[in-house]
C-alpha cells in the first residue's frame, strides 16, 4: 500500500523486493529490514476484511504521524496504524488479532512518498476477492532488481 491522500493498494508484487516502480516514480527499501512490526487484519464480526492494524517497531513509529491526516487511516498513538480498505469500521476483537510478521518492508520514493508491503500469506481466497473491492486506487508495480 502506498500512502497518498487517497488509498492505493499494488498489484503484481512478488516479496521480498528491495525496490519497486510505480510510473516513474521509483520506490526503495529503507534499510531497516523486511520486519518492521506486526500487523493484524481487521474483521467485522462476520468475518469479512476491513483492513490491517500495523504496529511498528519504535524505529518505524514515525509512520504513525506521517499518516495520521489520511481519511483512512485511524492512527492509534502511540503505537498504530489502522488502515481500513472500506468505509466500514465495526472492527471484532476476537476476530482481528492475527499478530502476522511474515513481511512488513518499509518503502520511500525520492521525494519521501511512503509505502509499506504487507505479507498476504494467511488471508483466504474470500479476503482477496473482496480485496479487489477495495475503495482504492488500484496501481501495477514493477520490482527493480
Known amino acids: ?37 506486526f500487523y493484524d487484519w481487521l474483521r467485522d464480526s462476520e468475518a469479512n476484511l476491513l483492513g490491517v492494524r500495523y504496529s511498528p517497531f519504535k524505529d ?5 504521524e506521517r499518516t495520521a491526516k489520511l481519511q483512512y487511516v485511524k492512527p492509534d498513538f502511540p503505537r498504530n496504524i489502522e488502515v481500513y480498505f472500506f468505509g466500514r469500521r465495526s472492527v471484532e476483537p476476537k476476530l482481528s488479532c492475527d499478530q502476522d510478521f511474515a513481511y512488513a518492508a518499509i518503502f520511500r520514493s525520492d521525494d519521501g512518498e511512503y509505502a509499506i508491503g504487507f505479507g498476504m500469506e494467511n488471508l ?22
Open 124 to 145: 483466504t481466497e474470500s479476503d482477496l476477492r473482496s480485496l479487489e473491492k477495495a475503495g482504492a486506487e488500484w496501481v501495477v508495480a514493477r520490482p527493480l532488481e
Open 60 to 64: 518505524c513509529e514515525f509512520l504513525i
Open 1 to 37: 500500500m502506498i500512502f497518498r491522500a487517497e488509498l492505493t493498494l499494488a498489484r503484481d508484487i512478488q516479496w521480498p523486493l528491495k525496490a519497486f516502480t510505480i510510473g516513474d516514480r521509483q520506490y526503495s527499501e529503507i534499510n531497516i529490514g523486511d520486519w518492521t512490526g
